[in-house]
């Protein structure tokens, strides 16, 4: 089955910093990869998604993603942190041509220092 | 609505009663999930539905645990005899078809069994 690993539970980082939350999945078939965003008592929002094409995906708020197959990783990536960075976020994978039930890792919480 | 819409947002009840979520997706959404978020734990699946019919259940932890989707829209999760341990925010998603499409979420339901 299916699982995915955020190694992370909490990354502290200072303001205009550049941060790394990191995601591996367990499959090694094709997969589609999502990163989402959670704010203070509020849903998901989707950041970023690959479905295919190019392993560098940009996403919104500035965020990027990079798939990398051999290492089974997604880490989400920005160069510059703001406060309002501050939220959790959570890696969530779907298998191609499986039940496409996407599973989410237990999600990292970026706290930005001022 | 232009999203998916959750209620009630909070839910405080003794230990023991009866609760019923609600869940109203994004018009034409034909996928709709149920989550539950607990402290540190992540989105635990519990339940998708295609349309109104439920092809993966898996998730549910317990017979306590029930779902349904009338109408291809409005979902409900209900949970019998509450026990403490179903303190969570449980959280509804919606998307075009299951899979690829992002899942978009709304806000939640915190519910609180005293």
């Known amino acids: 089955a299916q699982s995915v690993t955020q190694l992370d539970s909490q990354v502290p980082v200072f303001e205009e910093a550049p941060v790394e939350l990191r995601c591996n999945y367990s499959s090694s078939v094709s997969v589609y990869l999502f990163w989402y965003v959670q704010y203070p008592n509020q849903g998901l929002q989707l950041l970023l998604k690959y479905l295919s094409g190019s392993t560098l995906v940009k996403g919104i708020n500035g965020f990027e993603a990079e798939f990398n197959k051999s290492q089974t990783s997604f880490h989400l990536r920005k160069p510059s942190v703001h406060i309002s960075d501050t939220a959790e976020y959570f890696c969530?994978?779907?298998?191609?041509?499986?039940?496409?039930?996407?599973?989410f890792g237990k999600g990292t919480r970026l706290h930005i220092l001022p | 609505g232009a999203g998916v819409s959750q209620s009630p947002s909070n839910k405080v009840t003794e230990k023991g009663k009866d609760v019923e979520l609600r869940c109203d997706p994004i018009s034409g959404h034909t996928a709709l999930y149920w989550y539950r978020q607990s402290l540190g734990q992540g989105l635990e699946f519990l339940i998708y539905?295609?349309?109104?019919?439920?092809?993966?259940k898996s998730g549910l932890p317990s017979d306590r645990f029930s779902a349904e989707r009338t109408g291809g829209s409005v979902s409900t999760l209900t949970i019998q005899r509450t026990q403490q341990e179903d303190s969570a925010v449980y959280l509804c998603?919606?998307?075009?078809?299951?899979?690829?499409?992002?899942?978009?979420f709304g806000d939640g339901t915190r519910l609180s069994i005293l």
């Open positions: 539905f295609q349309g109104n019919s439920a092809p993966d």
């Open positions: 969530a994978v779907s298998d191609r041509g499986g039940d496409d039930k996407i599973i």
């Open positions: 998603a919606s998307s075009l078809r299951q899979g690829v499409q992002p899942q978009h």
